[in-house]
């Protein structure tokens, strides 16, 4: 596609519910970020998926979230047992290769989770 | 670990003006990139400039300008002309030369006068 798309673009859900947000990153690009923004605050790295490696989980705030991704393609974000503190927008981002400092990323409009 | 600031949470300024938001990061990296991300309330991060750490000469985009001072660790923008578009969101970024993320600051919210 031409951007980065997510989906739902907004959730909403009850506390203790499993939730599983999605990404599709631009054609082509190997690498794929997740990031958490909380209400008016900065991004928190959450994971990054370069092909086929191993992906970096060191953002992950706890055993609770998981994401997968299937080579170059969809990723998968969820979040099992949701807790109010999990409310917040995750965003995703992609670009070409790894440690392309040049390009930046591309980020999606994200997915707005509400868990009430 | 890399951190960046923006000591700004908020800044206005009158259409047609010049504004300047602030950034300053710490890191002990001799290669790394440095970026403006725009915010809107559409939620998209949308990539204003980048300014790599080896060059010294400072990054222009047309009306988006940056201040970089390396040994003072500062990455300033500054929007000219500013357009009621500009109001956003901005965040101030810092990835290493080798690394794999960016490191985002806390964002400065631009409000743009009529």
């Known amino acids: 596609g031409a951007g980065v798309s997510q989906s739902p673009s907004n959730k909403v859900t009850e506390k203790g519910k499993d939730v599983e947000l999605r990404c599709d990153p631009i054609?082509?690009?190997?690498?794929l970020y997740w990031y958490r923004q909380r209400l008016g605050q900065g991004l928190e790295f959450l994971i990054y998926f370069q092909g086929n490696s191993a992906p970096d989980k060191s953002g992950l705030p706890s055993d609770r979230f998981s994401a997968e991704r299937t080579g170059e393609s969809v990723s998968t974000l969820t979040i099992q047992r949701t807790q109010q503190e999990d409310s917040a927008v995750y965003l995703c981002?992609?670009?070409?290769?790894?440690?392309?400092?040049?390009?930046?990323?591309?980020f999606g409009s994200g997915t707005q989770l509400s868990v009430l | 670990a890399q951190t960046v600031t923006q000591s700004q949470p908020e800044m206005s300024v009158q259409e047609a003006e010049t504004v300047t938001l602030s950034c300053t990061y710490d890191t002990s990296e001799s290669d790394y990139y440095l970026f403006w991300y725009k915010q809107p309330p559409s939620r998209q991060m949308i990539l204003v400039i980048r300014?790599?750490?080896?060059?010294?000469q400072n990054a222009t985009e047309n009306r988006f300008s940056v201040n970089f001072q390396k040994a003072a660790k500062s990455f300033s923008l500054k929007i000219s002309d500013s357009q009621l578009g500009d109001a956003a969101m901005y965040f101030c970024?810092?990835?290493?030369?080798?690394?794999?993320?960016?490191?985002f600051g806390g964002g400065t919210r631009l409000m743009v006068k009529p």
């Open positions: 054609s082509g690009h190997t690498a």
């Open positions: 970024a810092y990835r290493s030369g080798g690394g794999n993320m960016l490191t």
């Open positions: 981002a992609s670009s070409f290769v790894l440690g392309q400092g040049r390009s930046g990323l591309f």
């Open positions: 300014q790599e750490a080896y060059k010294q």
